[in-house]
């Protein structure tokens, strides 16, 4: 090959060299994109996985308050249920927390996003009376609050006041009489008209005429008494008035004393244990004596001949008591007596009993 030639092509490759490493350190032309693998100088950032999509609930408004109602009318109020989240919301349960008071209704359970849903209640207020809160709790598959409980509250007049409701005359003497006044008011449908029970209840005397009226809002007084001479013991009775009412006919007043002897053994359950047949016993029992009663004309007796019973007056530093003897009989098993006490008062004759009672061993 001629030396010329030789030449050429040795300074044709030297600077195709030089071009090759002055366009390296240039980097890419703008708007190239870089070469694979090629470092670009731009830190490259990782996306995560996209936010699920659920459901959120949301209730207008969170309470109802009614205010004052007539007892036997029935509320309807309305609850919004919306979907403020990103997927469809799913109404699992509506609990009224009332059994049959509250009644609930809705047309959709299944709520799309961006929607919302009336939820109607209906409360009754038939024999409901004073104020009351009541709640329905309503489920979702909103999973940040999946249970939200809704109020409904007010306050209730009833048809009929009645004052007291109930009469209790506490302790009571058998000679006593006690007496109160029961005030009855009709709050609205008109006036009021009484009349009395078709049957007195043994015990009580109530002071009614055969009617008795009083305008609507205003008060009508009976005055209602404990007859004397009941027996010792428990009392209870109902007293049934009738009135004129739309939603009541008749009004029941339960009536309860307890009534007392104006003289009165300390126990009235004398247990005496378990005794060897031929050997006696002895129990000593106060006696308590109300005011009116002749501490010294008190008689005492007993129905059984294993048991003697002696009535002691008292001094000034004990009050009076019941001496009782268990006599040996040499008969084996239990055994059972009555003692009575009885004593003039003021207000008629006064008595009370007691039972003695135990075992007879050999």
């Given at each position: 090959?001629?030396?010329?030639?030789?030449w050429?092509?040795?300074?044709?490759?030297?600077?195709?060299?030089?071009?090759?490493?002055?366009?390296?350190?240039?980097?890419?032309?703008?708007?190239?994109p870089?070469?694979?693998?090629?470092a670009?100088?731009?830190?490259?950032e990782?996306?995560?996985?996209?936010?699920q999509?659920s459901?959120?609930?949301?209730?207008?408004?969170?309470?109802?308050?009614?205010?004052?109602?007539k007892?036997?009318?029935?509320?309807?109020?309305?609850?919004?249920?919306?979907?403020?989240?990103?997927a469809?919301?799913?109404?699992?349960?509506i609990?009224?927390?009332c059994?049959?008071?509250?009644?609930?209704?809705?047309?959709?359970?299944?709520?799309?996003?961006?929607?919302s849903?009336?939820?109607?209640?209906?409360?009754e207020?038939?024999?409901?009376?004073?104020?009351?809160v009541?709640?329905?709790?309503?489920?979702?598959?909103?999973?940040?609050?999946g249970?939200?409980?809704?109020?409904?509250?007010?306050e209730?007049?009833?048809e009929?006041?009645?004052?007291?409701?109930k009469?209790?005359?506490?302790e009571v003497l058998?000679?006593?009489?006690?007496?109160?006044?029961?005030?009855?008011?009709?709050?609205?449908?008109?006036?009021?008209?009484?009349?009395?029970?078709?049957?007195?209840?043994?015990?009580?005397?109530?002071?009614?005429?055969?009617?008795?009226?009083?305008?609507e809002?205003?008060?009508a007084?009976v005055?209602?008494?404990?007859?004397?001479?009941l027996?010792?013991?428990?009392?209870?009775?109902?007293?049934?008035?009738?009135?004129?009412?739309?939603?009541?006919?008749?009004?029941?007043?339960?009536?309860?004393?307890?009534?007392?002897?104006?003289?009165r053994?300390?126990?009235?359950?004398?247990?005496f244990?378990?005794?060897?047949?031929?050997?006696s016993a002895?129990?000593?029992?106060?006696v308590?004596?109300?005011a009116?009663?002749?501490?010294?004309?008190?008689?005492?007796?007993?129905?059984?001949?294993c048991?003697?019973?002696?009535?002691?007056?008292?001094?000034?530093?004990?009050?009076p008591?019941?001496?009782l003897?268990?006599?040996?009989?040499?008969?084996?098993?239990?055994?059972?007596a009555?003692?009575?006490?009885e004593?003039?008062a003021?207000?008629?004759?006064a008595?009370c009993?007691?039972?003695?009672?135990?075992?007879?061993?050999?």
């Amino acid at each position: 090959m001629p030396r010329e030639l030789i030449w050429a092509a040795a300074c044709f490759g030297i600077g195709m060299a030089a071009f090759a490493l002055f366009l390296s350190s240039r980097g890419p032309a703008e708007g190239s994109p870089p070469a694979r693998g090629a470092a670009t100088g731009k830190t490259l950032e990782a996306k995560g996985p996209a936010e699920q999509a659920s459901p959120k609930l949301t209730v207008t408004p969170a309470s109802h308050d009614i205010g004052t109602q007539k007892e036997g009318e029935k509320i309807r109020r309305t609850f919004v249920l919306g979907n403020e989240g990103s997927a469809p919301l799913s109404i699992t349960g509506i609990v009224p927390r009332c059994g049959s008071c509250l009644t609930v209704e809705i047309k959709r359970r299944e709520i799309p996003p961006g929607e919302s849903e009336d939820l109607a209640v209906q409360y009754e207020l038939t024999d409901r009376v004073g104020k009351f809160v009541r709640y329905i709790v309503v489920e979702s598959n909103d999973p940040k609050n999946g249970s939200v409980s809704l109020i409904l509250q007010g306050e209730t007049v009833p048809e009929f006041e009645v004052s007291p409701p109930k009469i209790s005359f506490g302790e009571v003497l058998t000679n006593a009489s006690p007496s109160v006044r029961l005030k009855l008011k009709r709050n609205f449908g008109g006036s009021l008209e009484i009349a009395g029970p078709a049957q007195m209840p043994s015990g009580l005397k109530v002071g009614l005429p055969e009617r008795l009226t009083a305008p609507e809002k205003e008060t009508a007084e009976v005055p209602v008494a404990l007859m004397p001479g009941l027996s010792p013991g428990p009392y209870k009775a109902d007293l049934v008035l009738h009135v004129n009412g739309t939603l009541h006919k008749e009004l029941t007043i339960p009536v309860t004393a307890k009534v007392v002897s104006p003289i009165r053994l300390a126990e009235d359950d004398i247990f005496f244990g378990i005794v060897p047949a031929k050997e006696s016993a002895t129990k000593t029992v106060a006696v308590m004596l109300a005011a009116g009663v002749d501490s010294g004309r008190v008689s005492i007796k007993c129905d059984a001949d294993c048991l003697t019973a002696e009535y002691r007056p008292g001094d000034a530093e004990s009050g009076p008591s019941v001496k009782l003897d268990l006599l040996p009989t040499g008969k084996l098993g239990p055994f059972r007596a009555k003692v009575r006490l009885e004593a003039p008062a003021e207000s008629g004759p006064a008595w009370c009993e007691a039972v003695c009672y135990g075992i007879r061993s050999g």
